[in-house]
């Protein structure tokens, strides 16, 4: 199989496989089994030195790559997203890797409180009557803490880009606020309370933002804040700035905007 080719026959979905892959299935599998809609693995080939192998999937109904874009605009797909990611990483801090596990990236020493996704945004979410309701295209999962995939979706959707940018690629009709957006995913992801089944917290449910994001609350405004935009002063400003330090620190990869709108869910994994 070509090492970039991807193959879709119904609701399967083949694509080259790598190191790694065997790991993110059973990862899969666990999120699955916790009731989340992520693809559910249907086949594995090993590749050789020579050749890459082939995974298939079936992969998650819904609206995706640019068409996720003007859904994410609204509050109701906003706290979608983030209602959706918290459940993830809630059902993620669980999940025990096999003996033999392999990442794409490496984790951290002593930072992972959960198994993050690594590219968590929007066009990589199947929607569903305006809500985000699946995640897929796993390839860069990998421990590490639960800020970090926070951090590359506030990017997005805050959106942490000039406003001509939120314009053109993001799906707004008009310059958005962000430090009301920064509030309200905040809240969406703190009031997700689905802690159980035994594993690490990634963080506590309550008001504002989780412990793992920084601490309840969202904080004053902090000086040194970054002012992105409209919106970036305020209440969510000492958040941003964390969210703007972990995102250019941590982020594997930085994907344009013409790439994303370009992403199609018959590509989702």
Do not use: K
């Amino acid at each position: 199989m070509d090492e970039r080719r991807v193959d879709v026959d119904g609701d399967l979905v083949g694509r080259p496989a790598y190191p790694w892959t065997a790991t993110v299935h059973a990862l899969l599998r666990h999120l699955r089994a916790a009731g989340l809609e992520v693809p559910q693995p249907a086949a594995l080939e090993p590749g050789t030195e020579t050749s890459p192998g082939v995974e298939v999937v079936r992969r998650v109904d819904g609206a995706a790559g640019a068409d996720a874009w003007p859904l994410q605009a609204t509050e109701e797909g906003l706290r979608s997203v983030a209602r959706l990611l918290r459940a993830v990483h809630d059902a993620a801090a669980s999940f025990v890797p096999p003996p033999d596990a392999v990442w794409v990236f490496p984790a951290r020493p002593g930072a992972a409180t959960t198994i993050l996704h690594g590219d968590p945004g929007p066009w990589n979410m199947a929607w569903r009557d305006g809500v985000a309701v699946g995640l897929f295209d796993w390839d860069l999962a990998r421990p590490g803490p639960a800020l970090d995939d926070v951090a590359y979706t506030l990017d997005y959707l805050a959106p942490l880009r000039p406003d001509e940018d939120c314009l053109r690629w993001h799906g707004f009709l008009e310059v958005p606020d962000r430090a009301a957006r920064l509030r309200t995913f905040l809240d969406a992801y703190g009031s997700q309370a689905t802690h159980g089944g035994g594993g690490r917290r990634p963080g506590a449910a309550g008001p504002g933002a989780p412990a793992h994001l920084g601490g309840g609350g969202v904080p004053r405004a902090e000086r040194g804040a970054p002012r992105v935009g409209r919106g970036a002063r305020g209440g969510a400003a000492a958040v941003t700035q964390r969210i703007v330090s972990s995102s250019q620190a941590n982020a594997p990869s930085r994907i344009s905007p013409a790439r994303q709108c370009g992403r199609s869910a018959s590509t989702a994994r």
